[in-house]
T-cell receptor
Framework: DAMVIQNPRYQVTQFGKPVTLSCSQTLNHNVMYWYQQKSSQAPKLLFHYYDKDFNNEADTPDNFQSRRPNTSFCFLDIRSPGLGDAAMYLC?????????????FGPGTRLTVL | QKEVEQNSGPLSVPEGAIASLNCTYSDRVSQSFFWYRQYSGKSPELIMSIYSNGDKEDGRFTAQLNKASQYVSLLIRDSQPSDSATYLCAVLGQNFVFGPGTRLSVLP
Protein backbone atom coordinates (compact mmCIF):
# COMPACT_ATOMS: atom_id res chain seq x y z
CA ASP A 1 0.00 0.00 0.00
CA ALA A 2 1.16 3.52 -0.78
CA MET A 3 2.00 5.31 2.41
CA VAL A 4 3.99 7.84 4.40
CA ILE A 5 6.53 6.28 6.77
CA GLN A 6 8.29 7.96 9.64
CA ASN A 7 11.25 6.69 11.61
CA PRO A 8 11.77 6.33 14.41
CA ARG A 9 8.32 6.33 15.95
CA TYR A 10 9.76 7.34 19.32
CA GLN A 11 12.98 9.27 19.82
CA VAL A 12 14.58 10.18 23.12
CA THR A 13 17.45 12.64 23.12
CA GLN A 14 19.33 14.73 25.62
CA PHE A 15 19.17 18.46 25.90
CA GLY A 16 21.42 19.92 23.20
CA LYS A 17 22.16 16.61 21.45
CA PRO A 18 21.39 16.78 17.72
CA VAL A 19 18.68 14.53 16.39
CA THR A 20 17.43 13.62 12.90
CA LEU A 21 13.94 12.42 12.09
CA SER A 22 13.17 10.80 8.78
CA CYS A 23 10.19 10.54 6.50
CA SER A 24 9.71 8.53 3.35
CA GLN A 25 6.76 8.17 1.01
CA THR A 26 5.65 5.78 -1.68
CA LEU A 27 2.82 8.05 -2.91
CA ASN A 28 5.10 9.86 -5.38
CA HIS A 29 3.78 13.19 -4.14
CA ASN A 30 5.84 16.21 -4.99
CA VAL A 31 5.13 18.21 -1.84
CA MET A 32 6.36 17.16 1.60
CA TYR A 33 5.69 18.93 4.88
CA TRP A 34 7.03 18.86 8.43
CA TYR A 35 4.72 19.80 11.28
CA GLN A 36 5.27 20.09 15.00
CA GLN A 37 2.35 19.24 17.24
CA LYS A 38 2.29 19.76 20.99
CA SER A 39 -0.33 18.36 23.29
CA SER A 40 -3.86 19.68 22.68
CA GLN A 41 -2.66 22.03 19.94
CA ALA A 42 -3.09 22.11 16.19
CA PRO A 43 -0.22 20.94 14.00
CA LYS A 44 2.18 23.82 13.33
CA LEU A 45 3.85 23.91 9.93
CA LEU A 46 7.65 24.13 10.12
CA PHE A 47 8.68 23.72 6.46
CA HIS A 48 7.54 22.34 3.18
CA TYR A 49 9.21 21.29 -0.04
CA TYR A 50 7.60 21.79 -3.40
CA ASP A 51 9.76 19.36 -5.34
CA LYS A 52 13.21 20.60 -4.34
CA ASP A 53 12.09 24.12 -3.55
CA PHE A 54 12.40 24.67 0.18
CA ASN A 55 9.88 26.88 1.99
CA ASN A 56 10.55 27.90 5.57
CA GLU A 57 7.76 29.27 7.74
CA ALA A 58 8.66 32.69 9.12
CA ASP A 59 8.45 31.64 12.75
CA THR A 60 10.30 28.32 12.47
CA PRO A 61 13.31 28.50 14.80
CA ASP A 62 16.80 28.37 13.27
CA ASN A 63 17.41 25.30 15.39
CA PHE A 64 15.28 23.34 12.90
CA GLN A 65 16.54 22.44 9.45
CA SER A 66 15.40 20.11 6.73
CA ARG A 67 16.78 18.17 3.79
CA ARG A 68 15.09 16.49 0.88
CA PRO A 69 17.68 14.47 -1.04
CA ASN A 70 15.12 12.98 -3.44
CA THR A 71 11.38 12.78 -4.07
CA SER A 72 10.82 9.97 -1.60
CA PHE A 73 12.77 11.12 1.45
CA CYS A 74 12.76 14.12 3.72
CA PHE A 75 14.65 14.71 6.96
CA LEU A 76 14.15 17.01 9.91
CA ASP A 77 17.28 17.99 11.79
CA ILE A 78 17.08 19.56 15.23
CA ARG A 79 20.53 20.93 15.92
CA SER A 80 20.31 21.58 19.65
CA PRO A 81 17.05 20.30 21.09
CA GLY A 82 15.62 22.14 24.04
CA LEU A 83 12.96 20.99 26.47
CA GLY A 84 10.44 23.06 24.52
CA ASP A 85 11.07 20.99 21.40
CA ALA A 86 9.50 17.90 22.91
CA ALA A 87 6.52 17.22 20.69
CA MET A 88 5.07 14.97 18.01
CA TYR A 89 6.67 15.62 14.64
CA LEU A 90 4.45 14.88 11.69
CA CYS A 91 5.42 14.42 8.08
CA UNK A 92 2.77 14.90 5.41
CA UNK A 93 2.66 14.75 1.62
CA UNK A 94 0.40 16.11 -1.07
CA UNK A 95 0.14 16.53 -4.82
CA UNK A 96 0.66 20.18 -5.54
CA UNK A 97 -1.43 22.24 -7.83
CA UNK A 98 -4.98 23.33 -8.08
CA UNK A 99 -7.41 23.52 -5.26
CA UNK A 100 -7.20 20.09 -3.80
CA UNK A 101 -3.99 19.78 -1.81
CA UNK A 102 -5.20 16.94 0.37
CA UNK A 103 -2.43 16.20 2.81
CA UNK A 104 -1.70 12.67 3.99
CA PHE A 105 0.15 12.18 7.23
CA GLY A 106 2.66 9.66 8.43
CA PRO A 107 2.29 8.12 11.90
CA GLY A 108 4.52 10.73 13.51
CA THR A 109 7.66 10.66 15.65
CA ARG A 110 7.26 11.40 19.34
CA LEU A 111 10.34 13.29 20.52
CA THR A 112 11.29 13.36 24.18
CA VAL A 113 14.07 15.69 25.38
CA LEU A 114 15.71 14.84 28.70
CA GLN B 1 -9.05 37.08 14.65
CA LYS B 2 -7.69 33.57 14.30
CA GLU B 3 -7.65 32.21 10.77
CA VAL B 4 -9.57 29.00 11.52
CA GLU B 5 -11.71 28.67 14.62
CA GLN B 6 -13.36 25.68 16.23
CA ASN B 7 -14.97 25.09 19.58
CA SER B 8 -12.41 23.20 21.64
CA GLY B 9 -15.04 21.08 23.35
CA PRO B 10 -15.24 18.54 24.69
CA LEU B 11 -18.43 17.84 22.82
CA SER B 12 -20.22 14.92 24.41
CA VAL B 13 -22.97 13.03 22.61
CA PRO B 14 -24.69 9.73 23.44
CA GLU B 15 -24.08 6.72 21.23
CA GLY B 16 -26.37 6.75 18.21
CA ALA B 17 -26.87 10.52 18.22
CA ILE B 18 -25.75 13.04 15.62
CA ALA B 19 -22.53 14.90 16.42
CA SER B 20 -22.22 18.35 14.87
CA LEU B 21 -18.79 19.95 14.57
CA ASN B 22 -18.37 23.52 13.39
CA CYS B 23 -15.56 25.55 11.89
CA THR B 24 -15.28 29.16 10.75
CA TYR B 25 -12.50 30.71 8.72
CA SER B 26 -11.36 34.23 7.93
CA ASP B 27 -9.64 33.96 4.52
CA ARG B 28 -12.31 34.76 1.94
CA VAL B 29 -10.27 33.31 -0.92
CA SER B 30 -10.23 29.87 0.70
CA GLN B 31 -10.97 27.18 -1.84
CA SER B 32 -10.65 23.83 -0.15
CA PHE B 33 -11.77 22.52 3.19
CA PHE B 34 -10.83 19.38 5.03
CA TRP B 35 -11.80 17.45 8.12
CA TYR B 36 -9.21 15.32 9.86
CA ARG B 37 -9.77 12.91 12.71
CA GLN B 38 -7.00 12.50 15.25
CA TYR B 39 -7.02 9.86 17.95
CA SER B 40 -4.95 10.55 21.05
CA GLY B 41 -1.27 9.95 20.37
CA LYS B 42 -1.86 9.29 16.65
CA SER B 43 -1.47 11.37 13.51
CA PRO B 44 -4.33 13.16 11.72
CA GLU B 45 -6.36 11.09 9.28
CA LEU B 46 -8.22 12.74 6.41
CA ILE B 47 -11.90 11.85 6.53
CA MET B 48 -13.63 14.46 4.32
CA SER B 49 -12.76 17.08 1.72
CA ILE B 50 -15.22 19.63 0.37
CA TYR B 51 -14.74 22.30 -2.28
CA SER B 52 -18.20 23.54 -3.30
CA ASN B 53 -21.07 25.05 -1.37
CA GLY B 54 -23.59 22.54 -0.10
CA ASP B 55 -23.42 19.09 1.40
CA LYS B 56 -21.12 16.18 0.71
CA GLU B 57 -21.94 12.80 2.19
CA ASP B 58 -19.66 9.82 2.77
CA GLY B 59 -21.15 7.03 4.85
CA ARG B 60 -22.04 8.37 8.27
CA PHE B 61 -20.20 11.64 7.62
CA THR B 62 -21.64 14.76 5.98
CA ALA B 63 -19.59 17.89 5.36
CA GLN B 64 -21.42 21.16 4.81
CA LEU B 65 -19.88 24.28 3.29
CA ASN B 66 -21.22 27.81 3.16
CA LYS B 67 -18.62 30.12 1.64
CA ALA B 68 -20.78 33.23 2.04
CA SER B 69 -20.86 32.66 5.79
CA GLN B 70 -17.29 31.31 5.84
CA TYR B 71 -18.51 28.27 7.66
CA VAL B 72 -17.89 24.56 7.29
CA SER B 73 -19.32 21.79 9.43
CA LEU B 74 -19.08 18.05 9.87
CA LEU B 75 -22.04 15.91 10.90
CA ILE B 76 -21.50 12.39 12.20
CA ARG B 77 -24.67 10.31 12.18
CA ASP B 78 -25.19 7.29 14.43
CA SER B 79 -22.17 8.27 16.51
CA GLN B 80 -20.12 5.41 17.90
CA PRO B 81 -17.69 5.33 20.82
CA SER B 82 -14.97 4.70 18.22
CA ASP B 83 -15.69 8.19 16.83
CA SER B 84 -14.32 9.69 20.06
CA ALA B 85 -11.34 11.73 18.89
CA THR B 86 -10.24 15.28 18.12
CA TYR B 87 -11.57 16.60 14.81
CA LEU B 88 -9.38 19.13 13.04
CA CYS B 89 -10.77 21.51 10.45
CA ALA B 90 -8.21 22.60 7.83
CA VAL B 91 -8.62 25.31 5.24
CA LEU B 92 -6.61 26.01 2.09
CA GLY B 93 -6.60 29.67 1.10
CA GLN B 94 -3.41 31.58 0.66
CA ASN B 95 -1.99 29.11 3.18
CA PHE B 96 -3.00 25.72 4.52
CA VAL B 97 -4.20 26.32 8.07
CA PHE B 98 -5.45 23.95 10.74
CA GLY B 99 -7.99 24.89 13.35
CA PRO B 100 -7.31 24.02 16.99
CA GLY B 101 -9.61 21.00 16.88
CA THR B 102 -12.75 19.93 18.68
CA ARG B 103 -12.60 17.01 21.07
CA LEU B 104 -15.58 14.69 20.61
CA SER B 105 -16.61 12.15 23.22
CA VAL B 106 -19.30 9.59 22.32
CA LEU B 107 -20.75 8.07 25.44
CA PRO B 108 -21.88 4.41 25.36
Amino acid sequence: DAMVIQNPRYQVTQFGKPVTLSCSQTLNHNVMYWYQQKSSQAPKLLFHYYDKDFNNEADTPDNFQSRRPNTSFCFLDIRSPGLGDAAMYLCATSVAGGRYNEQFFGPGTRLTVL
Amino acid sequence: QKEVEQNSGPLSVPEGAIASLNCTYSDRVSQSFFWYRQYSGKSPELIMSIYSNGDKEDGRFTAQLNKASQYVSLLIRDSQPSDSATYLCAVLGQNFVFGPGTRLSVLP
